[in-house]
């Protein structure tokens, strides 16, 4: 598959109103010259004695403040072997497993695509992302895309990792990352990326131009920047190749089907074809003819289809970034301010051809059609392998900034303030393709007779139905013949593009104002106050056939709606002890953030920080902090979805719950909660209804989601306590440990398939087993919902711990070495409030890391300099899908929601990355690294955390060789 190459006519209109918006800045070098640039460069050299941190809107001088802050300074940046700012943060330790990583070939909807960052595993929507201290526009599901701010313009990424709701607003309960852009850049500067996984593919290029020019009156910088990830494919790799992995990759007597679909690419019906013309699941000989009954056999899992082999491993990704700003001093103490954003991604998915089963269509080989073998209507099932699924989404960012900011002099005083706006407009369009029409399939699989010209047609020869082409479903992929799925204009009546659509837009005004006053003995009081105001408004409208159930696609209806917030907050920053005896320093800080939303009302919110060095060499440092985050417009007006999901059922006697708890037994067999009982011996069913081998097992129907209008905020609690202790005798060396808790209550939360069958069958609430069907036949589960809820509580609480340590020996070079840990003491969640419900352990399952540790070596000797950084991960825990004992070391495992419940835990997992940098006479600097340089490969894990395959979704696929040059004109 390739990207488009064409040059979007949108591009061209945004490279012109960029530069209409940078225009005025533009001219202040050329009014440099005037008489007042001296006392321009004065008072601007007093302004900027200060300096803003995240986490406080007040400036100060110290740039350690009470809130814990992580910083990622432009050097760090260039001296790893990434592109994105995503794949930059996703290696902090405190960053939980990529929402939708690459390797999630089967998600859908409009959040597929973006790179969004999930501080402490608590959902990216409730991480705010900020660039420049301003909002970066959300989607529907207010997620917020850093993937479109391009590297390039990056100055340093801040990462407030405690609760910034009082400051910044509701949706930074779990923290907050801010993109500080660079500033009076003058020259230019030109740096191209290319690397590639040594398995010769995943080519990845990015490329950009920076161009700026400064001086005492303004300044004005533009970059751009392209990028490219070519996708990789799972047949390339061996832990992607096959359904179940690569320890099971045929199905077999002992182990099953091992995922491979019975819904294969050489069609198959129930009928008379097996051993004296018994019924069975019949498939056609190779290369007989597909109209004579006597041909077929029974189908045999030797014939079953392997979904990878057409799935990508890593999707591909395209990217056109612009950002252009500037700022013009109009006087000493007033500076007008502007930048604009544009991007375009695109980004391109693949999986298996559609496994369509006629019987759920209502499609059946009419009994008059050319190829029916029985003359009788024949339900079938076959997978359009010939045509696999893909769908290129698209997205264009137009995100504008525009604002005055100054200072004033107010009893030998300074004040700064400003004032600003925010507009961000995302349009998407994705465009899929590989679903069947079902209109044009009925009439495919109707009536058919052979013509006169010897070629098959739909109708009959009295009544022809012009513009139609007739399918045999029952020919095998590659076999030639008429009705072939490999005929071209067979392709395009059956599977035509479906294309969605959405828009999205957030509007922001804001006026902040900051400064000291009341003069105490241990310095000045801080403050700042300020003025919000936020609208977001969202559309996303699936293709008329999906919300119309006429395509085999997920079904799916409009997303549409908006709301505004009015807020206002108050920050004061209160020195009480300076220069006396164990409190060389002693501040608190005290912010406060009242909101009135035109949906849920008003709300307040505050914060409350310590600030305490009992010496120069400690600080002492902790906070508390309430959060509310109200719901999304998809949360809230979003429309119907569904999926095929994969899931556990507790009754299974293989794997389920009922295996090894006989409660859990007694409901699935007595018919608990209104469902029908399950055989004693019942085993889960999966795609084409075959038993399920490997768990969790995707199911052969769809399942639905949706929104909840009804659902109410959720409220939080964020408690901080840290310690930092530079050693005045060890020069340049910095320890700190910070202790973290976040509480959130009224979880606004996806409910889940695997949560309602626990609440239901093991936790024995009657109430959650209404929202599933069972068919009373074979008790496979044939319907459920699993929308939308608010949930009982969610929490978390851990440690970071880091150590930065800068020094020099004189005959050798300089050394860095930065050493980051989070340990997570429990990342736990309950369902509702009832106290008979079970605590759901996380830490350790799903992609949630015990530990993740960071340790980077940097050393530089004149023009040379290389990096070694170690990446580690603990190892994770999850259900046993083959009991044997090298795949399942916890066999007699027993815990308290789940009874017996044989368990497979994993070992930790270690990468390690390099680059070597060389400084050129002419300004340029050449680098080489690879990332995952020994080639690791992480362990195989069957519950597919964060991917479409048995693997950890946030895990290196391979090793990365790269190579980059930097060029300063």
């Known amino acids: ?265 050489y069609g198959s019906f129930t009928g008379p074809c097996g051993p004296g013309g018994a019924r069975a699941t019949c498939t056609l000989k190779p290369g007989t003819d597909p109209r004579d009954i006597a041909n ?23 990217r056109t970034s612009l950002f252009v700003a500037g700022k013009y001093n109009l006087l000493d103490n007033l500076t007008f301010k502007s930048d604009f954003l544009y991007n375009k991604r695109e980004t391109l998915q693949q999986i298996a051809g559609y496994p369509y089963q006629s019987a759920a269509f209502g ?65 998407m369009l994705k465009t899929g393709h590989g679903d069947f029409n079902l209109i044009n399939a009925g009439a495919a699989l109707g009536p058919s007779y052979l013509g006169s010209d010897g070629k098959v047609h739909c109708g009959t020869a009295a009544d022809p139905i012009a513009g139609c082409s007739p399918w045999n479903p029952l020919l095998p992929y590659g076999q030639a013949g008429a009705g072939s799925l490999a005929d071209h204009d067979l392709q395009n009546f059956l599977f035509p593009e479906f294309h969605d659509t959405g828009k999205t837009t957030t509007t922001d005004y804001t006026a902040n104002i900051a400064g000291t006053f009341v003069g105490l003995p241990a310095g000045d009081i801080g403050v700042a106050a300020g003025l919000e105001h936020r609208q977001e408004d969202g559309r996303f409208v699936p293709d008329a056939f999906n919300q119309a159930g006429l395509s085999s696609g997920l079904a799916a209806t409009t997303t549409e709606g908006k709301y505004s917030v009015n807020e206002a907050y108050l920050e004061f920053d209160v020195p009480l002890l300076r220069d006396v005896v164990m409190a060389r320093e002693l501040s608190i800080d005290l912010a406060s953030r009242y909101s009135d939303y035109d949906n849920f009302g008003t709300t307040t919110n505050s914060k409350a920080s310590i600030k305490w060095k009992p010496i120069d060499d400690l600080l002492v440092r902790g906070s508390w902090a309430q959060g509310f985050r109200a719901p999304t417009i998809s949360d809230l007006y979003g429309g119907i979805g569904s999926s095929f999901e994969s899931y556990t059922d507790p009754c299974d006697t293989r794997s389920g719950s009922a295996k090894g708890n006989p409660a859990v037994a007694a409901r699935c067999t007595g018919g608990f909660g209104g469902q029908p009982g399950v055989a004693a011996n019942y085993v889960q069913l999966g795609q084409a209804l075959a038993p399920c081998s490997t768990y969790p097992c995707q199911t052969n129907y769809q399942f639905t989601t949706g929104s909840n ?24 060396l910095d320890v700190s440990l910070d202790w973290y808790k ?126 070694w950084t170690t990446r580690y991960y603990s190892g994770m825990t999850e259900r046993c899908s083959y009991v044997n004992p090298a795949e399942c070391n916890d066999i007699d495992h027993v815990d308290p929601f789940n009874g017996a419940q044989a368990q497979r835990h994993t070992g930790s997992t270690t990468f390690n990355d390099v680059q070597f940098r060389w400084t050129l006479p002419w300004k340029g600097t050449v680098s080489v690294g690879a990332n995952n340089v020994f080639d690791k490969q992480g362990p195989i894990m069957y519950s597919k955390p964060n991917s479409a395959f048995v693997y950890y979704g946030g895990f290196d696929i391979g090793r990365f060789y790269y190579l980059k040059y930097s060029q300063r004109f």
């Open 296 to 318: 077929y056999q029974p189908l045999t899992t030797s014939r079953y289809a392997n979904a990878n082999q057409e799935m990508t491993l890593a999707t591909g990704q395209e």
């Open 709 to 732: 209008s009804k659902l109410t905020p959720e409220t939080a609690t964020t408690r901080t306590f840290g310690v930092i202790y530079s050693p005045h005798y060890v020069e340049g």
């Open 363 to 427: 499609t059946p080989l009419d009994a008059d059609s050319y190829f029916n073998p029985l003359g009788t209507t024949l339900n079938f099932a076959r997978r359009g392998w010939e045509v696999p699924r893909t769908t290129n989404s698209e997205l264009e960012t137009y995100r504008w900034t525009a604002g005055f900011e100054g200072f004033f002099e107010l009893g030998n005083r300074t004040w700064n303030w400003d004032v600003g706006a925010m507009t961000n407009r995302n349009n």
């Open 1 to 265: 598959m390739q990207f488009r190459k064409k040059v979007d006519n949108k591009l061209t209109v945004a490279v012109r109103l960029a530069l209409t918006v940078g225009t005025f800045a533009a001219m202040a070098p050329a009014l440099a010259q005037d008489a007042t640039s001296a006392s321009a460069s004065q008072s601007e050299a007093k302004k900027l004695e200060t300096v803003t941190v995240t986490g406080t809107r007040i400036p100060r001088v110290d740039v350690e403040t009470a809130q814990p802050v992580v910083t990622i300074d432009r050097k760090q940046i260039q001296n790893q072997g990434f592109t994105s700012v995503a794949d930059i943060l996703q290696n902090l330790t405190e960053v939980g497993s990529p929402p939708i990583s690459r390797a999630n070939a089967l998600s859908s909807g409009e959040d597929v695509g973006g790179y969004y960052v999930d501080l402490r595993n608590l959902g990216p929507n409730r991480t705010l992302i900020l660039i420049n201290g301003k909002r970066l526009g959300a989607n529907t599901s207010g997620l917020q895309d850093l993937g479109q701010i391009p590297v390039s313009v990056i100055d340093r990424i801040e990462v407030l990792k405690d609760g910034g709701s009082s400051i910044y607003g509701s949706d930074a309960i779990a923290g907050v990352v801010n993109v500080i852009t660079r500033s009076n850049f003058t020259g230019a500067e030109a740096n191209a990326y290319v690397g590639q996984y040594d398995n010769n593919d995943g080519k990845g290029q990015s490329y950009d131009f920076t161009l700026g020019t400064a001086n005492d009156r303004g300044s004005i910088m533009a970059s751009a920047q392209y990028q490219k990830d070519d996708p990789v494919w799972a047949k390339d790799r061996e832990f992607s190749a096959y359904p179940a992995g690569p320890f099971h990759q045929t199905p077999n007597a002992i182990d099953g089907v091992n995922g491979w679909s019975g819904i294969t690419q």
């Open 742 to 867: 976040i509480d959130i209550k009224n979880v606004i939360s996806q409910d889940e398939v695997q949560n309602i069958l626990d609440d239901c069958y093991v936790a024995g609430i009657s109430s959650r087993c209404s929202g599933f069907t069972r068919d009373p036949a074979n008790g496979v589960i044939t319907n459920m919902f699993y929308g939308l809820t608010n949930k009982g509580w969610q929490k978390t609480a851990g440690y970071d711990f880091g150590v930065n340590y800068r020094f020099t020996i004189d005959a050798v070079g300089q050394f860095a070495a930065h050493w980051n840990t989070t340990y997570v003491d429990y990342l736990n969640i309950k369902a509702d409030d009832n106290p008979d419900t079970i605590v759901q352990p996380e830490t350790g399952y799903g992609g949630n890391f015990r530990t993740r540790s960071n340790l980077s070596l940097d050393f530089t000797r004149g023009i040379f300099g290389m990096t």
